[in-house]
């Protein structure tokens, strides 16, 4: 199997660091030509898993200072957003891992570390082997999640806090309140476990700044990293951003629009006042 190395993009800050990392674990589109022959779905069906071009999104953040890890393999490869055992128990042949797995809501759906359906839809041609999992998660799921980690724990060190920013975008359909205004943003934060509320607080003012509905929590409260990294406690903030697609693609094709271009200016400023708002004095003054 033809396997990548390093299995990510790591974008260095352009100009002076600061304490904010971005992660896009859902940007990438790479599969291997062996696991690829295993798809019963095509391309367009598979669109469905995929966050769009929210790299260009984190390249964006790098301009105020942040560093940032996009994936490169895709999500129907290997899932950067759930826990390494979070498996759907069909979607396995033979005995499961020797760690055992862990049959979540979210992979019984089909949505477990290596996806096993879209919808009601089978995503692989057959089950796979433990095995066959277990080399996914080495090629690709581990090494992300070491560098992501050092990326934190780096800046962590050197800023004594930081703000991870987890991007992800959610199909326009999922968006839609009968009676109400499309959201354009949903901020997760783990029901303010994983990040403090006054850097949250700044989050939605800023995109309300610029025009964007956004609620927190809702429809998604964030996934496995914002549920892994966020230790406020520790100094790293964790803040997951679900993008309306439609704000920035043709959710058909997954042709950026004008609207990446506007998002990416949002981003910037984002990185710029979560920064500057993250020394202890402000934070406290905030609560």
């Known amino acids: ?33 062996a696991v690829a022959r295993l798809l019963r779905t095509t391309a367009e069906e598979l669109r469905l898993l995929e966050d769009g071009p929210l790299d260009r999104l984190a390249a964006a953040a790098t301009r105020a200072g942040a560093g940032a890890l ?17 498996l759907d128990p069909e979607l396995l042949e033979g005995p499961p891992p020797a760690s055992g797995i862990l049959a979540s809501v979210r992979a019984r759906a089909g949505l477990g570390v290596v996806p096993s359906r879209l919808g009601t839809s089978p995503i692989w041609r057959r089950p796979l082997r433990a095995e066959e999992v277990a080399e ?99 100094g790293v903030h964790a803040i997951q951003l679900e993008l309306r697609r439609s704000l920035f693609m043709d959710e058909a094709s ?14 910037e400023r984002l990185v710029g006042r979560l920064a500057g708002a993250l020394s202890p004095a402000v934070l406290r003054a905030a609560e």
């Open 70 to 86: 996009c994936a490169a393999y895709a999500r129907a490869y290997v899932d950067l957003n759930r826990d390494p055992a979070e």
């Open 136 to 234: 996914r998660l080495e090629t690709g799921w581990w090494p992300y999640h070491r560098r992501l980690a050092a990326l934190c724990a780096e800046r962590c060190h050197r800023f004594g806090q930081v703000v991870l920013l987890d991007l992800h975008s959610m199909p326009t359909e999922v968006t839609v309140a009968r009676g109400r205004r499309p959201l354009d943003v949903a901020i997760g934060d783990c029901h303010g476990r994983a990040c403090a509320p006054a850097l949250v607080g700044l989050v939605e003012a800023t995109l309300a700044e610029a025009g964007l509905h956004s609620a927190r929590n809702v429809p998604y409260s964030g996934g496995y990293i914002t549920e892994t990294y966020g230790r406020p406690r520790e």
């Open 1 to 33: 199997m033809t396997a990548l190395d390093p299995p990510y993009a790591e974008l260095p800050a352009r100009g002076l660091a600061v304490p904010v990392v971005v992660s896009s674990p859902h940007s990438g589109v790479f599969c291997p030509p």
């Open 254 to 267: 997954g042709t950026p629009t004008a609207g990446l271009g506007a998002l990416e200016a949002v981003v």
